[in-house]
């Protein structure tokens, strides 16, 4: 394993322990240097928004969320917290058309309890716009 990419996952482990404690700008720190590290990370850009979207700092999370999937357009998590994001937003047919991909996604992962989440999710998103 390359050096720098071990370094960048000890940041991680960081991060996700200041996130796991609610102390989400520290998490911040953590996970901006494992993506200074290594800034094809996309679970750490996915990481930071989570972070930044806890603070309500939306329009950098949403930021993140984008960067995470331009990395890896599979990170199902990425498309399901930015649908989130977005519907908050109130921009509900940005959020549905997130929604879809990651419901999509979570279906061909076979993440059954995921899938649910995200119909219950899209039928309140329906409901709304």
Do not use: C
């Not at 850009?45 to 969320?65: K, T, W």
């Amino acid at each position: 394993m390359n050096d720098n990419i071990g370094i960048s996952i000890d940041y991680m482990r960081f991060g996700w322990f200041y996130t796991f404690k609610g102390d989400y700008n520290r998490a911040i720190e953590y996970y901006r240097e494992a993506i200074r590290i290594n800034p094809d990370d996309a679970a750490a850009h996915y990481n930071l928004g989570s972070a930044l979207q806890n603070l309500e700092r939306y329009d950098e999370a949403e930021e993140e969320y984008r960067e995470a999937i331009r990395i890896n357009p599979d990170l199902a998590e990425a498309h399901a917290n930015l649908s989130i994001l977005l519907l908050k937003a109130k921009r509900p047919e940005d959020a549905k058309k997130e929604f879809e991909i990651a419901k999509e996604l979570f279906e061909k992962q076979g993440r059954e309890a995921d899938v649910k989440k995200m119909e219950e999710l899209l039928a309140n998103t329906q409901e709304a716009g």
